[in-house]
């Protein structure tokens, strides 16, 4: 899912290229480290730090022979280095390397995505600023409710990505750690000392109790944390598709000129890029399982979540940039129709108002199920002759004995609604 939506570091991040030079990254410090405590010859770390390099190239026609990608690293490093190599890895695993370059390699990712969605929640506050008081009908179970204001749907998507915001950060916290403690976790041929400074210098911290691995529950609440996200943001994209149906469209993406939305049909704009968010999401869901999945290991370890994260890493990473990347240009450059949302909230004929009805009823003395049945079946006749809510109030001589002409007056006030939505928005933008 590389394309102009992506941000130009996330793809480069799960480049083989950077995979190994952190692999690279982690086996020299560890012979820093080694060196400073007197391990390892202070001229053999010289000529490591000096000499080790890698070829992609070479390391994967190694592994053709070997079958193991960290033997055929090492091998290619040693024939860079020379003899000194041979005090490269030494008392590690191959997770050393592998779970700590993991964590850098999300920890990388989860930066590039943490700035995508402040980037977002900026559009979306403006957007919501400007649309702060554009009228609108609110719908409950895809029926008209009561009015709310675009703004105010907004200001929801803003909440809820701050929400996602503090996950993600969390995420990135649980993520950062590394190990180096050998082969099943006790530090019998490396000292907790080295893998202190090896994670110090890479700005992780170190487990606090490991196996031959770091355990899977935080990567499967990183994942986690993207499938939230995602579900937010196929939440927007669902919204947006059902604005821009024929039957509702107040609002709709963005039409380039030259583009077209059918093959068949020259009239067609269809919502493709939420279309495309709303399927994206169930990737990234199922990612977050297969994460969750991982957990569950042998012993010390197995390897049955290496292939898993090989594809979930990168692919729920770049999916998550190009997301966020694709939303905040539709939510940016959304059209939005405020004439348009006007006639669909009147189209009920001023049934919108029943609950203020309903209450002002109730506030004349009126039991509440007497009231009810009375606002009702006035209601019902709107539904069945398409006369205006109103006038048949104003008809209904058992219910206007109640309540005043002028009362039924002021009860449709389309300000009424919208009187607290600054209260709203101060307490989401501040």
Not at 36 to 65: C, D, Q
Not at 229 to 240: Q, S, V
């Amino acid at each position: 899912m590389i394309s102009r939506y992506t941000h130009p570091a996330m793809g480069r991040i799960w480049e083989d290229e950077n995979r190994f030079a952190k692999w690279l990254q982690v086996e020299v410090l560890a012979c820093e480290a080694m060196a400073e405590e007197g391990l390892i010859p202070k001229e053999a770390l010289a000529t490591i730090k000096e000499k080790a390099n890698f070829s992609v190239e070479r390391i994967l026609e190694i592994e053709e022979e070997t079958k193991h990608d960290v033997i055929a690293f090492l091998n290619n490093v040693a024939e860079y280095v020379g003899p000194d190599s041979r005090f490269i890895h030494q008392g590690l695993t191959s997770s050393d390397i592998l779970d700590t370059s993991f964590a850098l390699l999300l920890k990388e990712a989860m930066a590039v995505i943490i700035d995508d969605v402040k980037t977002f929640m900026e559009i979306i506050k403006e957007r919501a600023l400007e649309h702060k008081y554009t009228v609108m009908i609110g719908r409950s179970h895809g029926i008209h409710a009561e009015p709310i204001t675009f703004g105010l749907k907004l200001a929801v998507w803003y909440m809820e990505m701050k929400r996602n915001l503090k996950r993600l950060e969390n995420a990135l916290e649980v993520i950062s750690y590394g190990k180096l403690s050998g082969a099943v976790g006790t530090f019998a041929n490396i000292s907790p000392k080295i893998e202190a400074y090896v994670c110090e210098k890479l700005g992780l911290k170190p487990a606090e109790v490991s196996t031959q691995i770091t355990q899977r529950d935080r990567h499967a609440e990183y994942f986690s944390a993207l499938a939230i996200l995602a579900g937010t943001m196929e939440k927007i994209a669902i919204e947006i598709r059902h604005l821009q149906r024929t039957e509702v469209l107040e609002a709709e993406e963005a039409f380039a000129k030259g583009q077209k939305g059918s093959s068949a049909m020259p009239h067609k704009k269809n919502p493709i890029g939420s279309e495309n968010i709303s399927g994206l999401a169930r990737l990234v869901r199922t990612n977050s399982l297969a994460a969750m999945e991982n957990m569950a290991l042998w012993h010390e370890r197995d390897i049955s979540h290496s292939s898993v994260e090989r594809v979930i890493g990168p692919d729920s990473t770049i999916l998550a940039d190009y997301m966020l990347r694709r939303l905040t240009g539709i939510i940016q450059n959304l059209g939005v129709h405020p004439k348009r949302m006007l006639e669909n909230l009147n189209k009920l004929k001023g049934l919108i108002f029943s609950q203020r009805v309903l209450i002002r009823l109730t506030d004349l003395g009126l039991k509440r199920d007497t009231a009810y049945e009375m606002v009702q079946r006035n209601a019902l006749k709107v539904w069945d002759t398409g006369k205006d809510f109103k006038t048949l109030l104003l008809e209904d001589k058992e219910l206007m004995q109640h309540v005043s002409a002028q009362e039924v007056e002021d009860v449709f006030d389309l300000d009424y609604h919208l009187k607290h939505v600054d209260d709203i928005f101060k307490r989401v933008f501040g």
